[in-house]
Each structure stands twice: as C-alpha cells, then as structure tokens.
C-alpha cells in the first residue's frame, strides 16, 4: 500500500456520508487549556460527534501574540500542524483512535467496537518529539486539548487504525459480510447492499457516475480448469474481461467464451485481495447467461490490488475462467481549492475537477453545515466579516441509485472576509459668507438651506454606468418662526437664520424634522470592490428663496423645478464630464478627490436668471461667467461638482485617521485666464461636510 493510499484511506473507508452523513459545521474547539499556552491555539474536530464506521478531520489554528499572524520559527516558517505531536486518547482504545493522513494532516476516527456517547481527548502537543532543535520556538512547550465523543453509527466499514474484524465466506454461500470496509457483493441486476446514509443536509439524488477509472495495472490471465473453491472439468472461460472503476465501487466487465453455442451456463465472479488472498473474499451470486458485454457492480471501498476471477460454469459442469488484477483508486481530494470575496458578503469556492467524483460537498460558513455541489465552483452569500475558512471533499457513488458512498480527504481554504460596505454622511454645513437675500426676508431672517445628493457607481475598466441612486434630500435648516416643519439652524434670530460662522450639525433628513433619535443624513450607502468600482457622489447645497413649499423641491414628474431640472441633466449626462481633464484627474488620484465637470443645463441657456428677486429656490455655488445673458439681472451657472471616491480611496483616508471631506460651494466670477474671484452680487459661501463610514 502507498503511503498516500494509507493516508487517504480513512475517508473511503468511512464508506457513505463522513462529509455528508453530518453537520460538518458542528465543531468542537478549545483554546489552550493550560496556561503556559504562549500563543492563541485553537484545536477543532469537524466532526463532532464523529460517526462509528467515520473519520472527521481536526484542525490546528495558531495565532501569535499581535492575532494577525502564526508563530513563526528561528527559520521563518509558520508554526503549523506539523510541529504538534496529535494523539487521541480513549478509555476504551479500540472505541476511538487517531491517525495521521500526512504530516499536517490528522483526523479522529469511531471504531466499530465504539458504542454512542464513548468519549475521548485530542490532544495537541508543541514541540513535536520528531520536529527537529533547530527548527523549534525556544522557551515555548505545551499542550491543548479538547473532548471527542462517538455518535450514530454510518455504516459496516472500518476506520484505519481499528482493530480489523476478519470474516472468511464460503464459496456459494450469501456474503454476510467482509472487513475493512469492503462492501458484499450483490447479484447482477440487483442493487448492491448499502450502507446506511448519514443524517447530514446533502441530498443524495441518482448517481451522476459514469463507469470509468483506471484500467487493469496487468492483462487479464485466462485459464481452463476449475478455480480452488470449484472441482470441475475445464470449460471456455469469457472473453474480453476487464475491471475499472471509482473509489465507491469496481466495475468488472466481459464477454460470453467463444464457440459455446448451445451449450447452457451461467457466470460466477469472486475476488479477493492479492496481499492476503484469506482475507475479503467474496463471490457473486449465479448470474445467468446473456450476450455481451456483461456488466457486474462491486462496491468495494479498500486501497490495494484486488483480483477478480469471472467463471462461466456449464450445464455439464464444465468450469472455464479468467483472473483480472484491479487497484482500487483512493479517493482523490480536490485540488486548487480557493476563496474570493466577490460583492459584499458574497465569496465564490472553486476548485479543480476531480475525475469520476460524482458531485462535491462543501462546509463552512455563513451555516457551517454541509452541502452538494455538481460543478466545481460555489456563490456563497451571507459570509461573516473575518478570518473563513471552509473544507471541501470529493464525494463518489455507485452508479447504482442509492449504493454507498465515498469520501476523500478534506482539503481547506481559508479567506480574511473584509467589509466592502460604506456609506458617506452629511456631517455638518459651515456658513462661510450668507447669500444675498431680499430686504423683506419674506422667506424667514438669514439663509434657510437644505442639501440634495445622489451617487453613480461606474465600472473603472468600461467606464459604464453600473448603478444610480435616487436624490435624497435633507430637511430646510434655518429661520423657523413660521415654518414649523424646517429644522431651527443658526443665529440670525430667536427663531434660528443662517448666517456668517454658523454651523450645522446634524443635518438632518427630510421629513425628519422635530424627530428624536432620526438618525444620520444618508447620501449614499452601498458596495464598493477594489479593482472593479468608482463613485462618484454629487452634492450639493439649496438656497429656500420660495416661500415654504415642498413642491419647490419635486424630483420626479413634472419635471419643472431647479433641483429636478438638475438631478434629470447628470441622470442622463452626468458621464460626460468624465471627458473633463479636471475630472480626469481626479478618477486617477490615489485620493479622494473633488472636481468640477461640465456645465449642468436647466435652463434653455445654462444660466439662472433675475436670482435677484429671491422668488425660487437655487443652487448655491454659481459661477459667473463671460456667457451669461445680458440684461437678465444677477444671474449665475451651476458647474458639475464631482466627489470621487473608491473603496481604495476611502480605505487610504482611514487608515490615515481621516474620515471627514469638506466640498465648498461659493458663489465666484469664472472668466478666461483670470483667477476665480468671488462673486458678491450672489455672496453664497458654504462649506459641507461629508463623513466617511466602514459598515460591519
């Protein structure tokens, strides 16, 4: 037997349901539980109970003393598994035992001789008695342990490592049963014997097996004469034979002899280990005569070379026969198992195919119980913030519906899952300079403003538009002495006004005035992936000029006030202000940015005209410039501002101990070669502040 065969073994001979007959999620771990513990050592058995007849894997998680990383030894290496002497112990050895599946591979296996409820100990032990001087962490010496129970029996076979039960069975006679997990073999048309399923959340639906595997390692050897357990006089023996198959069964195949027409006979299949010819011997009942190709379904589950001698036995008693040397495949774990975390909490599983696997069943979180997979990928939603891991087996059938399983090793990845989840507040409004505003204030003393904003999420390899949020817009803060629904900001009166060195905060949400507790001003909320999205979020700030009337601030049809005017231009335009070179500059900064695109039209001529008579509401932050209308009184023209931001962006402004950008609106003059100057025919100049916020 090879030393993978034997370290693989345990799983296939677990038979049906080691990954699928339990809740893989049901763990059991302890830290240290001695204090000389010097890092966080987590042991962790995936099974748990581990089921009589099963192998469930234990695990070895390390962290050093900062929790962001393993130990490491003099040489740079991580501290891992292999370091660790692993050993189970049981009041009863032959109930529960432990075994190696390579160096940093160990799992705890259920005897049959276990009964439900035999409890035992794993324990890890650093320094391994093997682990060499050199390579070991000086000063460092200790043990952690946790408790392992036996649970409900899922099948006959048994684990490596545990005490073998030999059977012998007469030739001819039904096959009670057979040791180290092989299964009886059945007649040809019938369904095999099964072992029971496990009570685990995999379905099991119709084998998706198809017969394949490797062939015979040598040609089959015919003979004529009769086979020991048969005295007879030589017959034809069938032709064509041959024996392939998976890791749940061997699939024995062969053609009717030659030149016996006429003659009556039957077929009979035996096999038997080539190590130790006593040992699983097992035969078929008779299976009648048929034309070719003849098929026969052995369920066997154990590593080695096995030889299969089909025999046709005549009417006449005759017996004709042929020797067909088959080595079981072991279970194969899957290969390039790996995690990604795709938009929020979502992570995509995928792996390399593994030949002849029936399907795959996969463990871990968000419900750390076990589930089928038919492809080689999975979309896993709902994944905990943190670090992962999930385990991933090979899982093969018979092709006959309902026979026993088999399981390879368990293969693990892990993932550091990290929020992509942000969200921008409107933090406060600074008055840097009032605007201008009417002698009568019939729309209360001071400013009165409010703030609207939207983003557009934009895909930074296409540059297309991948998603627009609706305008949110806040409630008006300012005078409040005849407007009970505003949000009272400010000094200029009892009565609250806006004016110069004011400061608001909170603002506060629409609708939301006079509300305890109404919580933050949102401007946008939602998923940002690094390498993939670009935001760019446009806010900007509202001058109250009409008299209070919410249908001053309609967004939606008809579409005939200054702020729907304004949100429906970037809705259907706002892209192209990426052409921009200043807006250009700032999708390419490392920081976040604030720029100023194209001119937005609400207008037939792109200018807001007679502002001087404070009858309706307006953007503060106008720019005026050598294209306005003439003879149209104070006038002033709204510019595209752009906040860009990414998930990049806002990491590098955290991490920096900055979560909090300011956006300015001022009212200047804007002409050609000269610089922007402020504009006090509008005198608006205002400062707001945005909060930048991680969500869990």
């Known amino acids: 037997m090879s030393a993978r065969r034997a370290r693989l073994l345990s799983v296939a001979r677990a038979g049906a349901g080691l990954l699928v007959g339990a809740a893989i999620g049901m763990v059991v771990s302890a830290a240290s539980l001695h204090a000389q513990d010097p890092w966080n050592t987590r042991l962790t058995a995936t099974l748990a109970p581990v089921p009589i007849g099963g192998c469930g894997v234990v695990s070895v998680a390390i962290e050093d003393s900062t929790g962001r990383d393993a130990p490491r030894n003099p040489q740079g290496w991580r501290v891992s598994m292999a370091d660790f002497d692993m050993t189970v112990q049981s009041v009863d050895p032959r109930a529960l035992t432990g075994k190696y599946n390579g160096a940093a ?36 010496a200790y043990s952690v342990s946790i408790p392992i129970t036996a649970g409900k029996a899922i099948g006959g076979g048994e684990p490596q490592g545990c005490p073998a039960q030999q059977t012998s069975v007469a030739v001819g006679s039904p096959i009670a049963a057979t040791t180290r997990g092989v299964t009886p073999v059945g007649t040809v048309g019938a369904p095999p014997p099964t072992v029971p399923a496990g009570t685990g959340s995999v379905p099991m639906p119709p084998s998706v097996v198809a017969a394949g595997g490797p062939m015979t390692a040598a040609p089959p050897v015919a003979r004529t004469g009769a086979p020991k357990s048969i005295s007879s006089p030589a017959g034809p023996a069938p032709t064509n034979a041959g024996v392939k198959g998976t ?44 034309g070719g190709p003849i098929t026969w379904h052995d369920p066997i ?18 017996v004709g026969y042929v020797d067909v040397p088959y080595i079981y495949p072991d279970p194969e774990a899957p290969i390039g198992f790996s995690a990604k975390q795709l938009r929020g909490d979502t992570v995509m599983l995928s792996w390399q195919p593994v030949k002849n696997a029936s399907y ?3 463990a871990g979180p968000p419900a750390n119980t076990s589930f089928r997979v038919d492809s080689t990928h999975t979309r896993i939603a709902g994944v905990p913030v943190g670090n992962q891991s999930w385990q991933l087996s090979t899982i093969y059938e018979t092709a006959t519906p309902g026979g026993p ?9 892990s993932l550091t899952v990290s929020s992509r989840h942000y969200r921008i507040v409107a933090q406060s409004i600074r008055v840097n300079g009032e605007t201008v505003d009417s002698q009568l204030s019939e729309d209360g003393k001071g400013d009165e403003v409010y703030v609207a904003a939207f983003g557009q ?6 540059h297309q538009l991948k998603q627009t949020t609706p305008i949110v817009i806040s409630s008006v803060h300012g005078d409040v002495s005849s407007w009970p629904d505003r949000v009272k900001s400010g000094t200029r009166s009892g009565w609250g006004g ?25 401007l946008w909320d939602g998923v940002l992936m690094e390498g993939q999205d670009d935001l760019v979020l446009r806010p900007t700030l509202w001058e109250v000029d009409e008299l209070e009337s919410y249908g001053g601030r309609n967004t939606g049809a008809p579409c005939i006030t200054a702020i729907c005017q304004w949100g429906k231009f970037l809705t259907n335009l706002g892209l192209r202000s990426m052409s921009v070179p200043a807006v250009k500059a700032a999708f390419a900064s490392p920081n976040i940015s604030i720029a100023a695109g194209d001119q937005i039209w609400m207008t037939s001529s792109g200018y807001l005209v007679h502002i001087e008579r404070q009858n309706r509401d307006r953007p503060i932050g106008l720019e005026i410039g050598s294209n306005a ?46 610089a922007p100057a402020k504009a006090t025919t509008l005198g608006g100049d205002y400062v707001l502040t945005l909060r930048l916020e991680r969500m869990p």
């Not at 409820?117 to 460092?140: F, M, Q």
């Not at 062969?254 to 009979?268: F, L, T």
Request: charged residues 15%; glycine residues 8%.
């Open 498 to 522: 806006l004016q110069f060195g004011d400061v608001v905060s909170p603002v506060v949400a629409n609708g939301s005035a006079g509300m305890p507790g109404a919580g933050d001003f949102v």
């Open 105 to 140: 591979s160990y799992s705890v296996c259920a005897c049959q001789a276990a009964t439900v409820g035999a409890s035992a100990t794993i324990t890890a032990t650093y320094p391994s008695r093997a682990l060499a001087v050199k390579s070991r962490v000086a000063g460092v």
């Open 360 to 362: 795959y069943a996969v």
């Open 457 to 462: 999420v934009i895909d930074r390899t296409s």
């Open 247 to 290: 890791p749940a069964e061997a699939v024995v195949t062969w053609y009717p002899p030659s030149g016996v027409n006429g003659v009556a006979y039957k077929y009979v299949v035996e096999r038997w280990s080539q190590a130790n010819p006593g040992c699983c011997r097992a035969m078929s009942a008779s299976i009648a005569s048929q």
């Open 629 to 674: 209308d003439p003879n149209m009184g104070v006038e002033g023209m709204l510019r595209d501002l752009l906040v860009v931001l990414s998930r990049e962006k806002i990491e590098a402004a955290l991490a920096a101990g900055t979560n909090t950008v300011d956006v300015r609106f001022w009212e200047h003059w804007a002409l050609n070669n000269v």
């Open 301 to 318: 589950q154990s590593s080695g070379t096995w030889i299969y001698r089909i025999s046709t036995v005549y009417v006449d008693g005759r």
């Open 405 to 413: 399983r088999a399981g390879s090793a368990f293969v693990s990845t």
